[in-house]
């Protein structure tokens, strides 16, 4: 158990690490390639995990766009909490949330 938690947490961290990275180098990249990070997690049928409690990850490919730009400002503003969600969305630009509600909303 202890290194199933201990996994989670690095895979968490080393998500962050990553995906600030894109984040801040995006400028042009495709939207598919700034949304790898996302499929980790989201991209997974029935994905669980157990940081920071154990929850269903939802998928989020074919959300409504108005949903998920609803929830990534939510996790960006504070209304919303989840430590990996809240760091990873406020690494994100307003137009990097449009692009991803765009692209997951058709996918």
């Known amino acids: 158990m202890k290194q199933k938690l201990i996994m989670n947490l690095l895979l968490a961290s080393s998500m962050l690490l990553v995906f600030s ?3 801040q180098a995006a400028g042009d990249v495709p939207v598919k390639e700034k949304t790898s990070m996302c499929e980790g ?3 997974i ?3 669980r995990t157990a940081f920071p409690n154990a929850y269903h990850v ?3 490919g074919g959300q409504h766009a108005e949903y998920i730009i609803k ?3 939510g996790y ?3 209304t919303r909490n989840h430590p990996t969600m809240t760091a990873l969305a406020k690494s994100l630009s307003q137009k ?3 692009d991803f509600a765009a692209y997951y ?3």
């Open 21 to 23: 990275g894109v984040a």
């Open 96 to 98: 990097d949330i449009e």
């Open 71 to 73: 929830a990534l400002e």
């Open 45 to 47: 049928e029935g994905y």
């Open 76 to 78: 960006k503003n504070g």
């Open 41 to 43: 997690c989201h991209g």
């Open 58 to 60: 939802p998928k989020i």
């Open 105 to 107: 909303s058709k996918n």
